[in-house]
């Protein structure tokens, strides 16, 4: 019989690294009853130490699929999970989870836009960030 854990860390560079990357275990492991801790080592404000750079907004902006993967085994509340690389109109490009569409739908060249879903949830704490969905028709 394999040994229980009762405590485990999870340690990432950005704040959303720990969901797309230890997600499924994560869960698995606090409904097992494990106590799980997570060390940020960034505030996820900015990827450079570089002071020059300046935030950009880019919750409106429209997008496209550079590319993507339709993973069947990654932990999600809608499996399986399509993560998309998106480039956003004017300049910017993004890898995030896409949502609302239908993987065998999904072509490299189609229109999306931001919207803030639920990743997951863990002892009653909801965990959002921003995913792509099909850009709404005009």
Avoid: Q
């Amino acid at each position: 019989m394999a040994e229980r854990i009762e405590r485990a860390m999870v340690v990432t560079a950005h704040p959303d690294d720990s969901e797309f990357g230890a997600g499924g275990t994560v869960a698995k492991l606090v409904k097992d009853g494990c106590d799980v801790t997570y060390v940020v080592v960034t505030n996820g404000n900015k990827g450079s130490g570089d002071r020059s750079m300046t935030p950009e907004r880019l919750a409106d902006v429209p997008a496209v699929i550079a590319t993507f993967t339709v993973d069947r085994l990654a932990y999600s509340l809608s499996p399986p999970v399509v993560v998309g690389v998106v480039d956003f109109e004017g300049g910017g490009r993004f890898t995030c989870e896409l949502t609302d569409v239908d993987p065998a739908a999904v072509k490299i060249g189609d229109r999306v836009e931001m919207t803030f879903r639920r990743l997951m949830t863990a002892h009653g704490v909801h965990n959002y960030f921003w995913k792509c969905k099909p850009l709404r028709s005009p």
